[in-house]
């Protein structure tokens, strides 16, 4: 009880406020030479930059590893993990999945039976243009004309 009642002291001490200055110290500092606080000895913070906050999950230390690692088979290539209730909210719901879903079906039979290009195609590179042999003479022509021209043969 004594303890609680010394430590109860030392914090209503602590929360005091401090004694103000006497007044003779007080005419010192509003001497014009000194600067004021809100003239030069203000410390302001640099620039401050928000950084991306990371989008990879917290490394969790005692989080099951599982040793055993399986290569695909023809099961699991297909296999897709069914949506969660979050992701079913978000889409629509079953009904409209189940619209969207049946759509994409249907347009893949169509693309299918019509054998048409694919949406997303590969680039093909066109070969670099070739000058006929009277263009090259005429090019070649052209610079013995000029002076300084280097001929790339």
């Given amino acids: 009880m004594a303890l609680a009642g010394t430590m109860l002291i030392g914090v209503a001490q602590a929360q005091q406020a401090l004694p103000e200055q006497p007044a003779a110290v007080a005419e010192d500092t509003e001497d014009a030479s000194r600067p004021t606080p809100a003239e030069g000895d203000v410390t302001t913070l640099g620039e401050v930059r928000a950084l991306k906050p990371e989008e990879d999950p917290p490394l969790d230390l005692y989080r099951f590893r599982n040793p055993v690692q399986v290569e695909d088979n023809r099961f699991s290539r297909s296999w897709s993990e069914p949506p969660t209730p979050e992701q079913v909210s978000l ?3 079953y009904l409209m999945m189940g619209i969207n879903y049946g759509l994409m079906a249907a347009a893949k039979g ?3 039976l019509t054998n048409g290009r694919d949406q997303i195609q590969s680039a093909v590179a ?3 243009p070739e000058l006929s042999e009277q263009q090259r003479l005429r090019a070649l022509r052209f610079c013995r004309q000029q ?4 001929t790339g043969d």
Avoid: F, I, T
Avoid at 147 to 150: A, F, I, L, T, Y
């Fill in 91 to 93: 889409s629509g719901g």
């Fill in 110 to 112: 169509l693309h299918k």
């Fill in 126 to 128: 066109r070969p670099p």
């Fill in 147 to 150: 002076e300084g021209c280097s």
